[in-house]
């Protein structure tokens, strides 16, 4: 042990003075000039092998014509195998392939010229079985001098950090576990220590890979992983379930060990595109949730060389919903927001963005009729996305003009310019808080919801074939901005605490991506008047969000980072629903999204009551303009607000 100490140490302090890492890699002229020292070392131990038995290698009169001839065609065969295309410190059996080739090729055109020879000359230039000796002594020889290389660096690598790296285990033993563990082993700087393979089927218990062991799942997981000291679960094994991940997830974050997760790997990626790949698993990853099947050809034939306007598109979901939008290419995209900075920023980002679509960005406020009148003169949209809204629900709570302001005119002035300039669909993003609002935000949104509602009915009353008006309504968006998850990861790495309102509230969750998509689905298959409702899988409680989270950080709930109960904020609800007490749902050909059946009202009176809301949002007292909205929407009834007393009196 204190011999391999001692050369471990005189090793890493070569290896230091040397600095492999910033090696550049050789030249092909010195892989080249190296092949052929190793050549030439094995003509001249095969020709010295066969003279000490008092034999000649060579027979033909010049030594230096077969020589020089055996150096040249060596040269050629390199070229055609491209033999010194590969780097050497990440040879693989491909390389050891090519060389097989070209000395295999060399072997054949020479035993084809000895015959040759021997028929001309009656007798042969060389000794086949010499040949023969010297092609297996070549080939060795430039296989073992890219071995020797390849673990040298390896191994300079895997001392390079050693007390740095985190001890892993790869769940997997297939073909995709096996690529996961060669780029890791490969990966500059290095990360990981794989100390083995778990194996689900419990059938290779007895057999290595890689020189690994392989544990056959019969305990827990983290039972396995302690035996051998491992920190880290990395999964690659391609045929886990959803449920399976889920289960080995909350097994692994309850002892506090490390889960990491990549995707299946194509036969086409590189090493270092695969370990680039391994990451920690989000908290998005937790999501029991299968993936959402489009319908794009459905898609495609509504945006396909149209113009589509979204407002709100610097937000989270108007960004998401711009970037899945563009890929169905549409004539023109036009990103509309006021907030300059991140519409900027999405602006910068579809520059790079290869496309023949048109992208048009303009800075406006949807509260301004002209100014967005001007928009729909000028660029007469096919499809519009409205996101813009205000949705901080204590801030609106505070704030009852501007809900008013933006989410009912500003939804106002934009559907009413879509029937103005006889757009085909106008999408509305809602929300599941407009469902038996708590809060004026959800009323707020309530209210635009009716108001969308009563165009479409108008338009069937007068017979007109005109906008299509859709809503889409779903829960909270995993990552959007103001959501519970940026604010926890900001909480966990500023060391805590992390505040929730209450322990027992629980929200629908979904990710961004996922909802966007379902919103383009719902658009496209709208008539007009439906408000589409989305499967938004089980409800989450937020402490048992905010515990996985810290787990996931790598802290102990509790006594790493604290989670403190801070009570319901204004207008707050516990449970958050997605239907009304009166609504039905019908299904639609897609699983995750159905059609809730709400009571439409008429338009001239909903018009009236929203126009007088309108108005006294710009001069009358809050109290006032809350009073106005529960008339509009009679299941409004305030929670944990000032409000309150409104519903007492009504």
């Known amino acids: 042990m204190k011999k391999y100490s001692s050369l471990e140490k005189k090793f890493t302090k070569l290896s230091q003075r040397l600095h492999f890492d910033n090696m550049s890699y050789l030249p092909r002229w010195i892989i080249v000039i190296i092949d052929f020292v190793v050549l030439i070392g094995a003509f001249f131990m095969t020709f010295l092998l066969f003279k000490g038995t008092g034999l000649n290698y060579v027979k033909m009169d010049s030594i230096f014509l077969y020589f020089g001839s055996f150096l040249l065609l060596n040269l050629f065969f390199f070229w055609l195998f491209r033999t010194y295309s590969g780097i050497i410190r990440h040879s693989s059996y491909i390389d050891a392939v090519k060389l097989l080739f070209s000395q295999t090729s060399l072997l054949i055109v020479f035993i084809a010229f000895n015959y040759t020879h021997l028929f001309i000359y009656g007798y042969k230039a060389f000794l086949n079985t010499a040949l023969f000796i010297n092609i297996v002594i070549s080939f060795c020889g430039l296989f073992l001098y890219r071995v020797v290389v390849k673990q040298t660096f390896e191994l300079y690598f895997t001392h390079q950090s050693k007390d740095g790296l985190t001890k892993a285990i790869i769940y997997g033993a297939d073909a995709n576990a096996i690529s996961v563990a060669n780029a890791l082993k490969l990966e500059s700087p290095l990360r990981f220590k794989i100390v083995g393979f778990i194996d689900k089927n419990k059938q290779n218990g007895t057999k290595r890979i890689l020189d690994l062991p392989i544990f056959a799942q019969r305990k827990k997981i983290p039972a396995v992983m302690r035996s051998q000291g491992a920190q880290g679960l990395i999964m ?207 009323a707020s949104k309530r209210i635009a919801e009716k108001y969308v509602q009563s165009l479409h009915l108008k338009n069937v009353h007068s017979g007109i074939l005109g906008t299509k008006f859709i809503t889409t309504r779903f829960g909270n968006v995993l990552g959007s901005n103001g959501s519970v998850v940026p604010l926890f990861t900001k909480q966990i790495a500023e060391g805590g605490p992390i505040t929730i309102t209450h322990r027992d509230i629980i929200r629908y969750f979904m990710t961004i991506p996922e909802a966007c998509q379902l919103v383009l689905e719902a658009g496209a298959m709208g008539k007009g008047g439906e408000i589409y409702i989305f499967d938004m899988g089980k409800p989450v409680k937020i402490i048992d969000l905010a515990y996985k989270m810290i787990k996931l950080a790598g802290f102990v709930p509790d006594k790493d980072i604290e989670v403190r109960e801070i009570g319901l904020r204004p207008g707050e609800k516990l ?26 009202e008429e338009y001239e009176k909903l018009h009236a009551s929203i126009n007088y809301l309108i108005d006294i949002s710009k001069t009358s007292s809050k109290e006032e303009i809350v009073g106005m909205m529960k008339q509009i929407i009679p299941e409004f009834k305030s929670m944990n607000s000032n409000f309150e007393l409104l519903d007492v009196k009504n």
């Open 575 to 600: 449970y958050e629903e997605l239907l009304n007490d009166t609504s039905k749902t019908l299904p639609t050909h897609h699983e995750k999204i159905m059609i809730a059946e709400e009571i439409q």
């Open 236 to 442: 690659a094994d391609k045929s886990l379930s959803k449920q399976e991940q889920m289960i080995i997830v909350d097994q692994c974050l309850e002892y506090n060990l490390k889960v990491f997760t990549v995707p299946v790997i194509s036969d086409w990626e590189n090493q270092k595109e695969i370990s680039r790949k391994v990451k920690k698993i989000q908290i998005e990853d937790l999501l029991n949730r299968n993936p959402i099947v489009l319908d794009n050809k459905l898609i495609s034939s509504q945006l396909k060389d149209k113009t589509v306007l979204i407002t709100g598109a610097a937000g989270s979901i108007g960004s998401e919903i711009a970037r899945q939008a563009l890929s169905f290419s549409p004539r023109r995209l036009i990103i509309l927001d006021q907030a300059e900075t991140p519409l900027h920023h999405l602006h910068l980002e579809f520059e790079t963005i290869k496309s023949k679509s048109k992208i048009k960005t303009i800075i406006a406020d949807i509260r301004n009729r002209e100014t967005m009148t001007t928009v729909f003169d000028k660029y007469r949209p096919d499809v519009v996305f409205h996101a813009a809204a205000y949705k901080h629900v204590p801030l609106m709570e505070n704030n009852p003009p501007q809900a008013i302001q933006t989410n009912v005119e500003g939804t106002k002035n934009i559907a009413d310019l879509s029937c103005q300039f006889a757009v085909d669909k106008f999408v509305m993003i809602s929300t599941d808080k407009a469902v038996n609002p708590s809060n004026v935000m959800g």
